[in-house]
């Protein structure tokens, strides 16, 4: 057979065979598709980092070498019972709490500020410290007694002071350039394992867990994933050139030991209040004098807001700053001095860095304007008298009052009760007598014993009143409550029609 015939024969085979794959399929049911184009997948990485993990390792360990030397390993005796507190949010230097036998023994960690011997803190780790009660442990193993230079439970930190010269000392850098992300390491004495490191990234900025239960409290923390348990308390936390950018001040948990959520007072409060205290050794702060909470939607809503944004007051305090200024209940705090604020614990961390004596000027929210207030702030009043709830509490036998159930919104209201009125230092207002468990009150805060007393900036004298403002409204729409609590705490609650 010829080549030109081989040739014809292959070609031959291979047509028929095309042919019939292409029979199959179609008598299969089968459609082929062909595609227009090529596609062709992006392969290149979203970020161009230039890094590699042997220079990941070897920052780790210079960082490790330079900064371990400037954090101490604190023992602190006390004299004092500890109360054990929330579990949620342990504090690192905690004593053992057996609550049995003094003087307790806790442990915590510190960061040398000066080659003379100060060291930065957490007020939680020595504020109950006896005489003579703190020792410090170098890395180097000296030992020292150090004494008490000055705390401040506002922000959870403090200074302590040993004689010595020539110390490590830590280099500080900017907490206001933290990005949630990147690297640190957290630097301390957890457990008893002194000299301890560990590594993670910042998970989130400027978070409030309101660990100390004190309203006028500035939690502004950092938080991070870098391992740290009881005994990291006071100590660094720092970024991937060992500069503290935060000390290490709480964790949240529910076993008492790391879950995976640490949080530190960023250094650029930490810093401004060490400084005052080795000054002072006290911290004088200055206030607005008005309770205040976050914005959200429905309260933006209700109050004209385009969008969520600034810090609401809920109650202005009587003789303070803001009242002095023209503050008022509703109004919305969007910048101080021209600095935006969307949060309290932001608003808080702004002037909490002012002293008393000095002045503000507020970007106020009111009734659809926008205007400036200068504000002259006090010192903290420390008058704010508190009444037990069993004092509040509307008395048994009361005679038969009028009473309306709202069920768009979930309350039952009723007229004052006699007496109710001075108990709550209100001259007007209706007493909510039953709120619907998961109703929409219920969800925004409202409980059975406040007493509304305006709606929608109009005072509610009695249920007819409210009626009436309600019945004006469409589902959807949001109703602003002034209430007063049984604490006589005045709020602000936004509530959507149902």
Do not use: C
Not at 256 to 282: D, H, R, S
Request: hydrophobic share 40%; no cysteine.
């Amino acid at each position: 057979m010829s080549k030109k015939a081989i040739f014809a024969s292959a070609f031959l085979i291979v047509f028929a065979l095309s042919f019939g794959a292409i029979l199959i399929a179609n008598f299969s049911g089968v459609k082929t598709l062909i595609a227009d184009s090529q596609i062709e997948f992006k392969t290149t990485p979203p970020i161009q980092s230039g890094a590699n993990i042997k220079g990941i390792n070897d920052a780790f360990v210079e960082i490790a070498k330079s900064v371990t030397p400037s954090v101490v390993f604190i023992d602190v005796t006390s004299n004092t019972k500890q109360k054990e507190g929330d579990k949620n949010f342990q504090f690192f230097f905690g004593p053992d709490f057996n609550m049995d036998d003094v003087p307790q023994h806790g442990s915590g960690s510190g960061v040398i500020i000066s080659k003379d011997g100060y060291i930065m803190t957490n007020n939680h780790v020595v504020s109950n410290a006896s005489d003579k009660g703190i020792k410090v442990v170098l890395s180097d193993k000296r030992e020292f007694t150090a004494r008490l230079i000055g705390t401040d439970p506002n922000t959870d930190v403090a200074v302590i002071k040993i004689d010595a010269d020539n110390l490590t000392v830590a280099s500080v850098g900017n907490s206001d350039e933290v990005q949630v992300g990147q690297w640190v390491l957290a630097l301390g004495n957890p457990l008893g394992l002194n000299n301890t490191v560990t590594a993670g990234i910042v998970s989130a900025i400027g978070r409030n867990i309101s660990i100390t239960g004190d309203s006028y409290a500035i939690n502004n923390f950092i938080q991070t994933d870098a391992v740290i348990n009881p005994g990291n308390s006071g100590g660094a936390l720092v970024d991937i050139n060992g500069s503290v950018i935060g000390i290490n001040a709480a964790i949240k948990t529910t076993t008492g030991y790391y879950q995976g959520y640490g949080f530190a007072i960023p250094i650029n409060i930490a810093k401004t209040v060490v400084a005052e205290l080795i000054k002072f050794g006290k911290i004088e702060r200055g206030y607005i004098g008005v309770s205040i909470k976050d914005v959200d939607s429905k309260e933006a809503k209700g109050l004209g807001l385009e969008k969520a944004r600034g810090v609401l007051i809920q109650n202005v305090i009587k003789d303070g700053a803001g009242e002095e200024a023209g503050l008022k209940t509703g109004d919305v705090i969007l910048s101080v001095d021209g600095k935006e604020v969307n949060a309290a614990n932001q608003l808080q961390t702004v002037i909490g860095s002012k002293r008393p004596g000095e002045s503000v000027t507020l970007a106020v929210f009111r009734n659809g304007n926008t205007r400036d207030i200068s504000v002259k702030l006090k010192p903290r009043s420390n008058n704010d008298a508190v009444l037990n709830d069993n004092q509040l509490k509307p008395k048994e036998n009361q005679p038969d009052v009028a009473s309306k159930q709202f069920d768009n919104i979930g309350i039952i209201v009723m007229d004052l009760p006699s007496g109710i009125s001075k108990q709550y230092d209100v001259n007007n207002g209706i007493l909510i007598k039953e709120v619907a468990h998961f109703s929409e009150a219920f969800n925004r805060g409202l409980r059975a014993g406040f007493v509304i007393i305006e709606a929608d900036k109009q005072k509610v004298e009695n249920i007819t009143q409210l009626e009436s403002i309600i019945s004006g409204k469409n589902k959807g729409d949001v109703l602003v409550l002034k209430v007063v609590t049984q604490a006589k705490d005045i709020r602000l609650v936004a509530i959507e029609i149902q």
